[in-house]
């Protein structure tokens, strides 16, 4: 009887590990994949960089090596990176694992998009405004004046040729971009006084940045370049008038309704915008098919989520602004006007000043054009409409 037991114990001991060792699949992490850079190491020389993904097998995990996300004093691009981050290690069994790293200092885009593009790291979460002042036409996946809804925006990304143009542009430097998110539109901004006319408009002092500020600049405003940590300072020292921030669920927390009780809409400068994953193009063409199908998927997963949960958000943002004895002011009309005639200025200049900046913006105009002849047929006016 005793020798039976002892067999038993046996054959179980035996069982278990060929289930662990045989049946079940391993998961390999290759050690160099593992690598996560700090900030010091953006600026090395990429020969002394770790290379990643050099001999990927089927069913290996990754670890890429990542950077905080851009721009690091964004918390909503960083809140957005975190969510997408979980999804895909979620979706991917634990085998794609994007590190977000905190961002203890501002860290400026050229560092950043130097290291994506050499290869010094793997992957970035960002704005299209990485990389502006190398391709101007990325400013039309930034913030656009006057621009479409985001569901125009996403259609053109997702139906027409907007992400063809976003790649080509990325592939230039060397980066596969995928867009991986979405940004609620913004404010107007936060003012310290109402704007009563149009001849204000010239002695405002604002702090804004994009295309809405050369807008603003057009109109005859006096524009500040400051970061978002130097807004509080300004306002509080009397350096400016107002301050285009974030979109209502950030300005809520911004802490500006200390210095500024006006709170304009609709955020004209900034009606939404797409979020990016970057990634290096030497590690972007050593995933097999399956994992860059995976990476795909879940990052239009991620932008559906994002554009869905937003309007909530905005609402509860807008709710915590009025109980800081905020008024929610519309721009008038005598405002929105001049800013438009300024918009189509400065839409020309750019137009003008670079190629692709002109046929990226000649591609999204037709494909809303063809899209809006649709929606006027289909879609019920929202003063007849029972909600």
């Not at 069994?93 to 290869?119: C, H, N, Q, T, Y």
């Not at 002011?329 to 400065?346: D, F, N």
């Amino acid at each position: 009887m005793r020798n039976v037991v002892i067999g038993l114990v046996i054959g179980l001991v035996v069982g278990v590990v060929l289930g662990v060792t045989i049946l079940t699949p391993k998961i390999k992490t290759h050690a160099a994949s593992k690598a996560v850079l700090s900030e010091r190491d953006l600026d090395k020389d990429v020969s002394q960089a770790p290379i990643a993904l050099t001999s990927l097998q089927k069913g290996d995990a990754i670890h890429w090596r990542s950077a905080p996300p851009f721009p690091s004093d964004r918390p909503n691009v960083a809140n957005q990176a975190r969510d997408f981050a979980k999804q895909l290690t979620i979706l991917s069994g634990e085998k794609m694992i994007l590190p977000v790293l905190p961002a203890k200092d501002v860290i400026a885009a050229d560092r950043l998009f130097g290291a994506i593009a050499s290869g010094r790291i793997d992957a970035l979460f960002t704005t299209a405004d990485i990389a502006i002042d190398k391709e101007p036409a990325l400013a039309l996946y930034s913030a656009i004046p006057f621009g479409p809804k985001p569901q125009d925006t996403l259609a053109w990304l997702q139906a027409g040729n907007g992400t063809k143009k976003l790649r080509d542009m990325f592939a230039n430097h060397n980066i596969h971009a995928l867009v991986c998110g979405y940004l609620p539109a913004e404010s107007s901004g936060w003012f310290t006084n109402e704007i009563n006319n149009a001849e204000q408009l010239s002695d405002l002092r604002l702090r804004i940045t994009g295309l809405g500020a050369k807008v603003w600049e057009k109109a005859g405003a006096n524009v500040a370049t400051i970061t978002p940590e130097e807004i509080m300072a300004a306002f509080d020292q009397d350096q400016i008038d107002g301050a285009v921030f974030s979109s209502p669920d950030m300005d809520a927390k911004s802490g500006f309704s200390r210095f500024a009780k006006n709170y304009y809409y609709p955020g004209w400068q900034n009606q939404g915008q797409p979020l990016l994953l970057l990634v290096n193009a030497r590690a972007w063409k050593k995933l097999d098919q399956e994992r860059k199908s995976l990476l795909k998927a879940s990052c239009d997963q991620h932008t559906s989520l994002s554009h869905a949960k937003a309007a909530k958000a905005q609402f509860d943002g807008l709710s915590e602004i009025v109980k800081q004895e905020v008024k929610l002011q519309k721009l008038p009309l005598y405002v929105i006007e001049p800013l438009h005639e300024s918009w189509k200025k400065v839409l020309a200049e750019e137009a003008r000043r670079n190629q692709t900046f002109r046929e990226t913006w000649e591609d999204l105009k037709s494909f809303l054009k063809t899209r809006r002849t649709w929606q006027e047929m289909s879609v019920i006016k929202q003063e007849t409409a029972d909600y």
